[in-house]
């Protein structure tokens, strides 16, 4: 697909050593999302600006929220007709407690041939793989048949405002193609989960928890909506199956709080409660379909709850106001993705995964949401998620990613994107 010539002169510019001190530094950095101990991706932002600065690249730094700045560092080919976007978030999630972990979380120790760190998987090592394979095509002085953006976003752990702050400013426009770089195990990843995330807000009426009839308990009410979303994922289940290369749908209870702001006290029955669901598609469901069985599901376990309320007031021969409300909130909704095994990213990046590798690729599909779901709900955009690190360890105690693997996924992204330029569309 490409010539052995330009291959070597672009392989000759990656350097293991530069590649795991890059990936060493960035973990090193702490960019935990955490206001109230001040870190942010601020600092890792500015240092991955400088660094693509000094490598002689167009760096644009853009605020998206106080504290978290995108980077956007292109390099123009010769033919702006095809742009290839590299994407890869700053932040990382709380390492936790940092005492149950053998390294320091940000400590970016190397051991044994590995990279232990928080993000150090997800997806610092593959940021620093992304960055060096860009430099790697840069240094060679090839004539790149296209133009090459990286996206360094923040708050892929949250809600993803960095990548929809990218969209909006209309850098994404002209983008024909994108390698999501985050941790699937070197697998190329053409398919992905679609995600909707809902919250679900009871309101009830305060109370002392010796005195339950003085008041109106909001809770009862969500566990109802908990155990609907148990018989709505079981009822998915059924209808759709298990897809071959994403797994199950599910419909996951993740955060039950009660009040739903403040702080909770043993003897006070709140006001307020507050349910999150993260539901995880594929692409036999839908949706809209979706949506709407949420919405029936939270007016009829308002109506159930109301009448169980009614009742118990008989029962006991009292009357009292039962004004409880349900009110739910779609927080986001970005489809399932589908990009063809024929599309050219995926031709390009299977010959240079063979290449590097001397394996055949093995073809996946990402479990999680990234960054990617948005390029392709807003703008169309085909994406493919690949990179190194093994999937299950994103989030854990003890994060790590094999450098041995990183040392093949910068050479396959930098070989992938050259490969793409060369395929006919």
């Not at 292109?74 to 990382?92: Q, Y």
């Not at 985050?182 to 919250?199: F, L, N, S, Y």
């Not at 079981?234 to 290369?245: M, N, Q, T």
């Not at 927080?331 to 063979?354: E, G, N, Q, S, Y």
């Amino acid at each position: 697909m490409l010539q052995a010539d330009l291959v070597e002169g672009v392989m000759k510019h990656i350097h293991e050593g530069e590649l795991v001190d890059l990936a060493r530094a960035l973990v090193r950095i702490n960019s935990v999302w955490d206001p109230e101990s001040g870190t942010s991706e601020k600092e890792v932002a500015e240092f991955v600006a400088k660094w693509a600065r000094d490598e002689g690249f167009q760096v644009t730094v853009e605020e998206v929220l106080p504290a978290r700045p995108n980077v956007i560092i292109t390099w123009e080919g010769v033919d702006p007709s095809r742009t290839l976007m590299f994407e890869a978030h700053t932040d990382v999630v709380t390492p936790g407690d940092p005492s149950l972990w053998r390294y320091d979380p940000f400590g970016g120790d190397v051991v044994d041939g590995k990279l232990f760190g928080r993000g150090a998987n997800d997806t610092k090592g593959n940021l620093a793989a992304m960055l060096i394979a860009m430099a790697s095509i840069k240094r060679s002085g090839v004539k790149v048949q296209g133009r090459i953006i990286a996206g360094v976003l923040c708050d892929e752990e949250g809600m993803m405002a960095g990548v929809q702050d990218f969209i909006r400013r209309g850098h994404a426009d002209g983008v024909t193609a994108a390698i999501i770089c985050e941790p699937q195990d070197g697998m190329i990843c053409h398919v992905q989960k679609g995600a909707i995330r809902a919250r679900f807000i009871a309101k009830g009426r305060m109370s002392h928890g010796a005195m339950p009839l003085s008041g109106l308990n909001p809770m009862p009410l969500l566990g109802k909506v908990i155990g609907g979303l148990s018989q709505m994922e079981l009822k998915a289940i059924e209808k759709v199956g298990k897809d071959p290369l994403l797994g199950w749908p599910s419909f996951t209870p993740t955060v039950f709080r009660a009040p739903s702001k403040g702080p909770a006290q043993l003897n006070v029955i709140p006001a307020t409660a507050e349910l999150l669901a993260d539901i995880r598609t594929v692409p036999a469901q839908s949706h809209e379909e979706i949506v709407r069985e949420l919405r029936e599901l939270a007016s009829r376990c308002l109506r159930e709850t109301e009448e169980e309320y009614r009742s118990l007031d008989t029962l006991l021969g009292i009357e009292r106001e039962r004004a409880l409300e349900l009110r739910l909130e779609i927080l986001t909704d970005r489809p399932c993705t589908h990009t063809p095994l024929d599309h050219p990213l995926v031709r390009a990046l299977d010959w240079a995964t063979k290449s590097v590798t001397g394996r055949d690729p093995v073809h996946g599909g990402v479990p999680g949401a990234t960054d990617g779901t948005y390029l392709w709900a807003l703008k169309g955009i085909p994406i493919v998620t690949t990179g190194a690190g093994k999937r299950e360890v994103p989030h854990r105690v003890d994060e790590w990613v094999d450098l041995g693997q990183l040392l093949d996924t910068a050479k396959i992204y930098a070989l992938g994107a050259l490969a793409y330029f060369s395929i006919p569309s």
